[in-house]
């Protein structure tokens, strides 16, 4: 990095919004379903029978990747739909995946753009 032309507003403007993130990736019931997430658009139910997180404690953590803006949702009757909604999650996934899921089955590949 050249001193000369070197912005730190930028920096810190960008090192707080992957701090961020991060923080939002960092609890492991947020991370399993993201990963499970970056596999497709899951219902509320799906999600809770895949992953084996109760009610109290999904709709919390589903609530926490909502107000990050990570996950987006669809309502379809009384069903609604979650999405990995951040191009920059599936990034950081994608790197998680290669680095502690590659060699396993049980892990999904990771999709390079968020579902639609």
Known sequence: MDGDNFDMDGMRAAAQRASALLRAMANPDRLLLLCQLSQGERSVGALEQLLGIQQPTLSQQLGVLREEALVATRRDGKQVFYRV????????????????????????????????
């Open 85 to 116: 909604a951040s191009v920059q999650a599936l990034a950081v996934l994608q790197v998680l995946y290669s680095q502690f899921c590659a060699e396993r089955t049980a892990c999904g590949d990771i999709q390079s753009s968020p579902s639609q």
